[in-house]
């Protein structure tokens, strides 16, 4: 099974203390473990740096430490996708078309990376949001705590 997960998801499984630790963490455990294939959108990467460094976390979590949980835990095992030009024009021109504003085109930039690895899922803790912005995909769409990953 190839999973894309978005930045939500990597986050959540990163933080004990987050709600969503247990069902994030079980798929990252998956993919570490080769029982699925994982698939990040290239960018994601940098916004889990971003938003791990600056939690308002106790400990804080240090630059260091974000590197560290990415290298070991997402990038050892992950696939990592980057979006043409191409791409972009059309997701853009797609999102303007369904007449989506603001914030939406980050949702369809993931979105069209999931469709371009060929994902069998794109998780995320915002599933309506990306139904909306991938109407051909939204059956693919899921939330870590509603599917479960592959056994060993």
Not at 31 to 46: F, I, K, N, Y
Not at 66 to 95: D, K, P
């Amino acid at each position: 099974m190839k999973v894309l997960f978005d930045t939500s998801v990597l986050v959540a499984a990163h933080l004990p203390t987050h709600p969503h630790y247990r069902d994030a963490s079980a798929w990252l455990a998956c993919a570490l473990r080769g029982g699925c294939e994982l698939v990040v959108w290239a960018h994601s990467l940098a916004e889990v740096y971003a938003v791990l460094t600056r939690l308002p976390a106790t400990p804080p979590i240090t630059p260091a430490a974000a590197w560290q949980f990415l290298e070991n835990n997402v990038l050892s095992c992950a696939a990592v996708v980057a979006l043409t030009r191409e791409h972009y024009r059309e997701l853009v021109q797609q999102t303007a078309q369904s007449g989506l504003a603001g914030g939406m085109v980050y949702d369809a930039i993931i979105s069209k990376a999931a469709e371009v690895a060929g994902t069998d899922h794109l998780l995320t803790f915002n599933v309506s949001h990306f139904q909306r912005v991938w109407q051909a995909g939204a059956a693919r769409v899921a939330s870590p705590q509603t599917l479960v990953p592959p056994g060993p």
